[in-house]
């Protein structure tokens, strides 16, 4: 049943039925004096010790102009609340001790809502609009001393139809918005992990400690637990550190200890095994099992990187180290001929029939592109982590963001922005269905760019929210970083305008005009002093293997200029033709050669192009009258060098590096 029929059978039968509710949203402390160190929402379920698997916490945006979205989600899946019914969720300076842990300032101070859903927090990513269907569970509109937020009012009203925002109290506060034991709301004094009337058991919470969050093989550390006051008799506390793959063959530790009566600490020793296999990096789990009548678990799943420290580097560099000509294209013989001898719209046609050949070319799911990514985006100094576009730094493959949470996470950037180029997702995007499982596409099937991982980049996911729908010129990359990002990102746009019809590149920035993208004239700048490296190759070979199809601009980067730059309306030839009646005073030594090729002439402003055996362009030096081009950083094979001058004419000459 989709979601707007939902809405309308709510509207006519409201699911508004607190009394016999299981679990519904007992506290919430949004604002607090100072930074926002206290905040913390708590939840209440009708039974004691009533597991929350299945629950999601999400948080929305009430503004006026954040369209009731979503900015938070906290899955629920293992925590269970205590013996008094209650799950307290807060910032580590919250007394007492919270269940689990959130960053400082998390909690928006209103107008905003927070509702409780049945689902996980991957069904809730940044920006999900809030909704009411059979899965909401509890929800409150809340402010301080803010205006109503009207239409988020009006959303939950299909839920319950009484709803109203409820006033915290003016900012910097020192109240919550509590709910008795009839379901209305008052302000009081904050009551964090207690019932609001005072009732219930008084618990003793143990909580754990770990040094830092993210270790390597190898390391050994002290893991600590601590009550909140001494116990009354010795407590036996048992946990485990394993998931998945990762499990007691990878640590060494003693999982059964006592806390001593009258103490409030135990320590343990955790060695991490260094088993010289690379497995990648892994996550524990820590999870501690259930205390006795008594005691509460408190900061319990608390997840912590184990960085494989055998990981490979790529004979090939980094997009801000690049390297040349050590990454060969995996072009079919042939694959680019039809292009020869044509011009202006016939070469875009050409080129478009290749890329987006219906017969051949495939389309992959949204979620797809996430596995193409981990290995067409790999950081050549290490191949647990994929490269950050714009931050230009590695990231762990696990940090990819699924949910809600972009902080210290990765995720897809549409180099071409959706909103830009009307992309959307289709059917079965939001599944990982692997290489073999594909969409027919062409070059009218513009929603098939929101897969398309030729202008899908791997970015941080805060920087990726900063940079937006940005034109490129009017977004230039974050300070300082050195830009090596660039080239490869106007080839992307260079690919998506000859790729899918209705795009175009125009000079400026077309506000307003879906299908048209810029600014071209910062885009062949950019490719011009950012020419394609072994990164970029690498990038083009895996996502061939995926896509079928390639990048022309990185295999052959003069065909920008034959299309948009200072060559537009002339006829495109194999960039290997020679002409051997020129230039025939040029000297070009030594052959053999194993550091750098010599070119001495006495023709001023002389280009240099190498190109693999197979034609495919490797790297470009400007000459004047005399140079030298390091060769050092290339494979032992024979090689084309085609010099040419101003005037269009052009000598190939055969070099054989060893």
């Not at 039968?13 to 604002?31: C, F, G, R």
């Amino acid at each position: 049943m989709n979601r707007i029929l939902k809405l309308l059978l709510l509207l006519i039968v409201p699911v508004w039925m607190s009394a016999q509710q299981a679990i519904w949203i007992n506290e919430l402390d949004s604002d607090t004096p100072g930074l926002d160190t206290e905040e913390f929402i708590e939840i209440k379920s009708a039974q004691p010790n009533f597991p929350l698997d299945g629950y999601v916490v999400v948080f929305f945006n009430g503004s006026s102009n954040a369209n009731n979205s979503s900015y938070w989600a906290i899955d629920l899946d293992g925590y269970v609340t205590d013996i008094n019914g209650l799950f307290l969720i807060g910032n580590e300076a919250v007394v007492p001790f919270p269940q689990h842990i959130i960053p400082d300032n998390t909690i928006q101070n209103g107008a905003d809502g927070v509702a409780i859903y049945r689902g996980n927090d991957v069904d809730f990513p940044i920006g999900t609009t809030a909704f009411v269907d059979e899965t909401l569970v509890d929800v409150i509109v809340y402010g301080t001393n803010d205006a109503d937020a009207e239409t988020m009012l009006e959303i939950f009203r299909a839920f319950n139809p009484a709803i109203y925002q409820i006033n915290e109290g003016k900012s910097n506060n020192t109240n919550s918005i509590q709910r008795d034991n009839n379901g209305n709301y008052y302000t009081a004094t904050p009551t964090p992990r207690k019932n609001n009337d005072g009732s219930g058991v008084d618990l003793i919470g143990v909580r754990t400690i770990f040094p830092k969050t993210v270790f390597t093989e190898g390391d050994v550390f002290e893991l600590t637990f601590q009550s909140e006051r001494p116990v009354d008799n010795d407590l036996i506390i048992k946990y485990s550190l394993d998931n998945g793959a990762f499990n007691g063959a990878d640590y060494a530790a003693t999982t059964l200890l006592t806390l001593q009566k009258g103490k409030t600490s135990v320590s343990t020793t955790i060695q991490i095994i260094d088993d010289n296999l690379d497995e990648g990096d892994e996550d524990m789990i820590f999870r501690m099992e259930p205390l006795p009548t008594g005691y509460l678990v408190l900061n319990n799943n608390i997840r912590i990187r184990v960085e494989d420290n055998d990981f490979k580097v790529a004979n090939y560099g980094t997009p801000i180290n690049p390297t040349y000509g050590k990454v060969i294209g995996t072009i079919e013989q042939g694959y680019y001929d039809t292009i020869n001898g044509k011009s202006g719209a016939d070469l875009e046609n050409a080129l478009q029939s290749i890329i987006a050949n219906p017969d051949i070319v495939r389309c992959q799911s949204y979620n797809d592109v996430v596995d193409i990514l981990t290995e067409s985006d790999v950081n050549p100094e290490n191949s647990n982590q994929v490269w950050l576009v714009y931050l230009e730094q590695g990231r762990s493959k696990l940090d990819v963001q699924l949910n809600s949470d972009n902080a210290g996470k990765w995720n897809r950037e549409h180099v071409w922005p959706r909103s830009r180029g009307g992309f959307f997702s289709i059917a079965g995007d939001d599944v990982f269905d692997g290489i073999e499982i594909f969409t027919p596409t062409n070059a009218d099937s513009i929603r098939h760019g929101n897969s398309d991982a030729h202008h899908i980049r791997a970015v941080d996911g805060k920087e990726n929210t900063k940079r937006g729908n940005q034109f490129y010129g009017q977004y230039t990359g974050p300070d300082n970083t050195l830009g090596g990002f660039r080239g490869d990102v106007a080839r992307s746009i260079f690919y998506m305008a000859i790729r899918y019809n209705g795009l175009e590149l125009v000079n400026g920035f077309p506000e307003g005009e879906v299908g048209k993208f810029g600014d071209l004239a910062t885009l062949l700048e950019w490719h011009r002093n950012d020419p394609p490296d072994d990164f970029e190759m690498h990038r083009n070979n895996v996502v061939q293997k995926w896509q079928f199809n390639r990048n022309p601009f990185i295999d052959m980067p003069d065909l920008v200029e034959y299309i948009w730059g200072d060559k537009t309306g002339s006829v495109w030839n194999n960039p290997t033709a020679t002409d051997d009646t020129f230039l025939e005073s040029v000297r070009i030594f030594p052959n053999p050669v194993s550091d750098f090729i010599r070119i001495e002439s006495d023709t001023q402003h002389l280009k240099a192009d190498l190109f693999d055996n197979q034609g495919r362009w490797i790297l470009s030096s400007d000459c004047n009258q005399n140079c030298n081009i390091s060769i050092e950083h290339l494979t032992p094979n024979v090689y084309l060098l085609r010099l040419s001058d101003g005037n269009g004419h052009k000598r190939m000459h055969k070099i054989a590096i060893h």
